[in-house]
């Protein structure tokens, strides 16, 4: 697959480190000039010195669409200076991964890709990424997190052979950094190791040079500008750490996990309802100051995979169309649920026979959480042969993935009850995906809109 990832320090060369070693085709972006400490295991220094050779990958620098996709070609990775990641219009990747370890979300979207990946704080899971990755050292490093957002950033350094804030090596002023000594060397406390802005730096600790910036970066004071290691492993400092691994070894799954998803679902909305126990046009009423539909549109948009809105409404239809969203017209929502059904299921097999499981979803649960219906979609895709919905304890609920094993049941309902019927029929195939009891709300009445 074809993988943008933004950030090209070291955990980000961690995570191509794994991505690459599947053959995945990876693109990285970086700004003008680094900052990266650890850059002897970074492809970050390719922006400065044109290459970087990080254990079994090159990363070479591209200057445009054309030199990029040349490299790729080639099967190295491609580094480019665009730190607003503009380069995702030509590239259309499969997978982002915000690795920019920024601590806080630059402007990554849910929808900027087909799957997002954060990576450490600032990112929460069904909001601005599909899944996040824990980043912080300890029991849960590397662990995914498909509901809610990575532990806070503390401040304090990771636990790295006994030391934690005195490793690290910060400026003692604005300038430029001068380094006095070399990555790899071993420095004794209280040694000069650098100078910014013509002021000293000097080591909190005895130890190896794990990291320095590169000499005529730009710092600021008490910026981090290196790293010493009391392990004294020279080895250390010229491959991937156990850390940037193990955060790439969870990009990876679920990398792999998306993988196996790609082109197998589709989605259709069910929009189509006369309102009638609502009196009246109940999609478009007001929700936290959007129409109701818009919630359901919206969060399906967050999957990458093609969705379908069965309507007979055009203002909803014209708002799918802007947001590339097919729209199937049903002129006789009198007939049922099941009329609606039929009609976006036969168009998913008409315009993609090959599909293996199709999610439907009403459109007023306005507090379905994205989370949720990801988790929907990861049990189907374990799961094949299944039917996979989200409920509450053995309480069934909306929305439904139906396997292709059921198509041609679905295809043969009528009147309003829809596919409880063939869920009856084969409870043993059911799987639920447990949410809050407040998301399977739906508006029926005008009173459920207090």
């Known amino acids: 697959m074809k993988i943008l990832i ?14 690459y070693g599947a053959g995945h085709r990876i693109l990285m972006t970086e700004i003008r000039e680094p900052l990266t400490v650890r850059r002897t295991v970074a492809l970050s220094r390719a922006v400065y010195d044109g290459r970087a050779q990080v254990e079994e990958m090159t990363g070479i620098h591209a200057e445009d669409q054309s030199a990029a996709e040349k490299i790729l070609d080639e099967g190295d990775i491609a580094v480019m200076v665009d730190p607003e990641a503009v380069c995702r219009e030509w590239f259309s990747p499969d997978v982002i991964v915000d690795a920019i370890i920024a601590k806080r979300n630059t402007g990554t979207r849910i929808t900027d890709a087909p799957f997002i990946i954060g990576v450490g704080p600032g990112f929460t899971a069904g909001v601005d990424c599909n899944c996040v990755v824990e980043t912080k050292r300890g029991h849960t490093l590397g662990n995914i997190i498909w509901k809610g957002s990575a532990i806070p950033n503390t401040g304090v350094p990771g636990n790295v052979g006994g030391y934690t804030i005195e490793r690290l090596i910060r400026a003692s002023a604005d300038g430029t ?23 000293p730096v000097y080591a909190q600790m005895s130890g190896i040079v794990r990291g320095m910036l590169q000499e005529g970066a730009a710092v600021r004071k008490d910026l981090k500008i290196g790293d010493i290691d009391a392990r004294t492993q020279v080895s250390h400092c010229y491959t991937i750490s156990d850390k940037a691994r193990a955060i790439g070894g969870g990009v990876l799954e679920a990398v792999t996990g998306y993988e196996r998803m790609k082109g197998k679902f589709a989605i259709v909305i069910l929009a189509a309802g ?31 995979f093609p969705v379908y809105i069965v309507t ?9 169309q802007d947001r590339g969203v ?10 049922g649920i099941s009329r609606s059904l039929i009609l976006g299921l036969n168009r998913v097999l008409e ?30 895709a374990r799961h094949p042969g299944s039917i996979v919905c989200a409920g509450s304890g053995v309480r069934t609920g909306n929305p439904v993935c139906w396997d292709k094993r059921f198509f041609r049941e679905l295809l043969e309902l009528s009147g309003d009850e829809g596919g409880r019927q ?29």
Request: proline share 5%.
């Open 177 to 199: 950094i001068l380094p006095k000594v070399q990555i790899g060397e071993s420095v004794e406390k209280g040694q000069v190791v650098a100078l910014t802005g013509g002021e």
């Open 6 to 19: 933004k950030g090209a320090g070291d955990l980000a060369t961690g995570i191509a480190s794994r991505l």
């Open 351 to 380: 315009d993609r026979p090959d599909t293996e499981g199709v999610l439907f979803s009403v459109c007023d649960q306005p507090c379905m959480e994205i989370s949720t219906v990801q988790q929907i979609f990861r049990t189907a």
């Open 422 to 450: 063939v869920i009856k029929r084969h409870r043993e195939k059911l799987r639920i995906v447990q949410a809050d009891p407040e998301e399977l709300k739906d508006i029926d009445r005008r009173e459920d809109l207090s």
């Open 312 to 320: 007979g409404n055009e203002e909803i239809t014209e708002n799918a």
């Open 274 to 304: 006369a309102g009638t126990r609502f009196g009246g046009d109940k999609l478009s009423a007001p929700v936290r100051n959007r129409p109701l539909y818009l919630h359901t549109l919206e969060r399906m948009l967050a999957f990458g």
């Open 326 to 335: 097919e729209t199937v017209w049903n002129k006789e929502p009198e007939r």
